[in-house]
């Protein structure tokens, strides 16, 4: 059984930064592609960030490219999503994903239905 928990959300003011953490269990973590994505109040659950098996290959949004890192250790189980300059429009439940595969072809990364187990998700508020 595939497990991923998410951690880290909160209350920040713009302008701030946060840092997200996923741990995961059930899967050789190493083996398989990892991605972040989130959804606002009344919004579809859009595209975050994506990092390959092995971390020398990351994908993001257009929203969040130059101010959201993604990375991962595979020692660690753990996949990362540190954010900065947040915006009140960062604001949702960040959930991340993994997928049945090593890397991704094209822009499947930023396709929902390339990933199989999804975690909980974890709030993210931005608001003064």
């Known amino acids: 059984q595939v497990q991923l928990v998410e951690s880290g959300g909160g209350l920040v003011q713009p302008g701030a930064s946060l840092g997200l953490s996923c741990a995961a269990s059930g899967r050789t973590f190493r083996n398989y592609a990892m991605g972040w994505f989130r959804q606002a109040p009344g919004k579809e659950r859009e595209f975050v960030a994506a990092?390959?098996?092995?971390?020398?290959?990351?994908y993001y949004a257009n929203s969040v490219k130059g101010r959201f890192t993604i990375s991962r250790d595979n020692a660690k189980n753990t996949v990362y999503l540190q954010m900065y300059s947040l915006r009140p429009e960062d604001t949702a439940v960040y959930y991340c994903?993994?997928?049945?595969?090593?890397?991704?072809?094209?822009?499947?990364?930023?396709?929902?239905?390339?990933?199989?187990?999804w975690g909980q998700g974890t709030q993210v508020t931005v608001s003064s």
């Open positions: 990092i390959n098996w092995s971390g020398d290959k990351t």
């Open positions: 994903a993994t997928t049945p595969r090593m890397d991704y072809a094209g822009d499947t990364y930023s396709m929902k239905s390339w990933y199989d187990y």
